[in-house]
């Protein structure tokens, strides 16, 4: 039987075993969470909220992992980007799953209100688009589609814009998060955008660490001027400085920062005298 962490010689996969295994620890938290009572007087919506948070984690972990491997220098990174794209999937179907069991499984009811309420129809479509990303996710497939198997899987870009659209959408008055996402979002396409050649330079890394920070402080602008009364220009003016704290923007540049510094790290080159120990060591250790 073929299994995720198995190559097809029956090799055992660390790398993909780990994956995987890490992909159900959100879910068993949350679900210890609910039977031990920490959720207190709604823990369905709690739960219905943290399957939705990470889905949308997961979305951009998937978008993650190739900048990551050529950042890094890391191809094996690329055998796990089917069980997270998957990971995201199983998510948001148990998302959708919580939703119908908050509405006492009346499938006309959750059926009128994706249709009728615009954050849910939207909810909805990348749900879908997500499915049909999950089943045509196999090499078969790949091979069945060709060239068009590529840009089917480039609704991916699509969906998470959309996806996010579902977040800022319900989360009403502060939107920390969706905007801490869609900078984070902004990195991963710009960081496409690039010519090959520039994607593994650390100044422009850097460059993008700042451009991202700042579209993450627009999109908070721009959503406080057109989706609230509050005043977007004070919102904006918290960005400029740290006196009110690390604001959304604030964390999207410190993530960007990250990368350079694992990229720098990651070229490093282990000296000499250290490769010896460590391999006598790994030696000594059997
Ligand atoms: C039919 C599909 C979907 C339905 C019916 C649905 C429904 C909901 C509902 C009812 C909420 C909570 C709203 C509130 O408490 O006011 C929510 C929040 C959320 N949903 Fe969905 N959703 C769907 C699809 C998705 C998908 C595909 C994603 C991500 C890929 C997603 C991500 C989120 C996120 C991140 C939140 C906010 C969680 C938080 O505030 O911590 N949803 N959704």
Known sequence: MIVPWRDRHGR??????????AGFIPGAVLAFWWATGALGGRPVTEVIHGTGDWAIRYLLISLAITPAARVLNWPRLLTVRRIVGLTTLAY?????????VDQNFRLGVVASEIVLRFYLTIGFIVLVGLAVLGVTSTNGWSRRLGHWWKRLHRAIYVLGAIALLHYFIQSKSNVSEPVFFSGLFAWLLLWRALPMAWQRSLAVQLGLAVVAACIAAGIEFAWYALATGINPWRVLAASETLRFGLRPAHYVALAGLAVVVLAALRRIKTPMWLRGRLVSSSGAGG
């Not at 948001?92 to 119908?100: E, G, I, K, M």
């Open 12 to 21: 055992f996969l660390p790398l993909k075993a780990a994956v995987l295994a």
């Open 92 to 100: 948001a179907l148990s998302h959708l799953t919580l939703y119908t």
